[in-house]
Each structure stands twice: as C-alpha cells, then as structure tokens.
C-alpha cells in the first residue's frame, strides 16, 4: 500500500496506475471476448464440436447422427467435393432420416451399381452457396413465405417457416425441418435436417 502512496508533490499515481490497469484489463478482455464468441457460435452437433475452420467433410465424420449421410457420401464419390472451396450449403439429414426410409432402400442407394442415383439424391441436399438460415428467412419472407431453393443435383425445394424454424419441401411433398441452423464451415454451412429429401418420383 505504501508504495502507491501519494507523493509530497501532490501527483496522483495510485489514480494513474489504476487507470492503467483498468486499460489493460479492458484491452485483455476485448482481445479475448472474439475467440469465446467464435466458439460458442457453433452448436455441438452429433455429440461433436464443430469448428468454422474445417470444411464439411472435417466436421461431419465426427458427428454420431451423421454417420449414413458420411457412408452415403463415401459411397457416391462426394467426398472431394465438398471438401472444395464451395461455397456449399448442405442439409444433413441424420441417421433416423434414412432410417425412416422404406425398408432396404439405403441398403440398396450404397451398392456400386446404384451410385448414379445415390449421386442424385445426396446433391438434392446441396446449395452451391453460403446461405445462414437468416438469409434464408428473408429470402422467404421476401417471396411470401414460399421460396424456392435451386439444389446442385437439380432438384427444386420449397424453403418456408414454421413458427421460428426453416422447413424444406422436396418434389414429392416430403416436409423435412432444419432442427439444428447455422453449423459454419470453412467452406461453407450444414443445417440439420430430420428428413431425407429425393428428386421426383
């Protein structure tokens, strides 16, 4: 305490070093505060984190809800792919979405000889852009609650809301909801969804 007593001059150090302090304190705390917020952006998905700076594939194999979609995509040959540039958006559906397909039909996708049409329905939930799920709203609003999103594999979607979350519509009327938004990526973003989406039957 002696040490940041008030001199005989009438100067104020103890007042200045705490100012100091203060500063360095509150300079500490913004060069860190990013870092946490960067973190706790992304949500935990298949019981894994996901981290911004590694691309789909990178993150995907680590989620335990994800491993059909990692097999299916293996299987077509996507791998590569999505772990390009992009930008992508994909909606990944988890395993009880295939499961909840007809008996035998991911059985069936996985084998060599069907690997066009795996191909086919895997790219029916790929975007070839960066979209967040905001964006995705106001794209939806924008068109009157009914938007259509242009896949890679050539299907059309209907992106709609219900209540505060995104619904996609396929070709055949199946309604798949995105259960987990705004996973980023490096190159680009998963949403979850709890349904398998395929091209016209």
Known sequence: VSSLADPEDGSQPRGTIMLKLLKTATLAAALTLPASIAFAENPMVG???MYENKNIIENAVNSKDHTTLVAAVKAAGLVETLQGDGPFTVFAP?????EALPAGTVESLLKPENKDQLTRIL????????ALSDAIGKMIADDGGDHPVKTVGGCVLQARMDGDKITLTDENGTVATVTTADVKQSNGVIHVIDKVLLPKM
Do not use: E
Request: a neutral charge.
């Open 47 to 49: 019981g894994a984190p």
């Open 123 to 130: 790219t029916c939930h790929v975007v070839a852009a960066n």
């Open 94 to 98: 988890v395993n009880s979405a295939f």
